[in-house]
């Protein structure tokens, strides 16, 4: 068992040098295929961005724009929404908003919750001597 370590141990300490080792330099024309492939991309990509910079500017001033009235819409319209989530468990089991021709707007469940059982009445409650 010594034998086996004390061989694999001197092969590992043999090899050592060898991985450290650079690897050979490409021969010519080998690497000129990938630099040309990046270069490419990034020529690319620059005209993306150089085309994209109006919009993202447009939309960097909307959203600068819009940051006052989505705060005052936040701000009236947080609590109902917290307290209508609090009424409706689950919002994928019900069906999407309707408009009655009253105005009214309803959310109908997909399937319809089972009806509450009735309160049982006390036997002893509510008893006449006569």
Known sequence: M????ITTMTAAFLAQPVLAEDPAPPAAGEDDGFSLMEEGAKLFFKG????MEPALD???????DMEPAL?????EMGPALRDLMEKVDDITLYHPPELLPNGDII??????????PLPVPDPNEGEIDL
């Open 2 to 5: 010594k034998h086996i370590l």
């Open 48 to 51: 993306i961005m150089q085309q």
């Open 107 to 116: 959310l109908r469940r997909k399937q319809p919750m089972p009806p509450e």
């Open 71 to 75: 705060r005052q819409f936040a701000k």
């Open 58 to 64: 447009d939309l960097q001033q909307l959203t600068e």
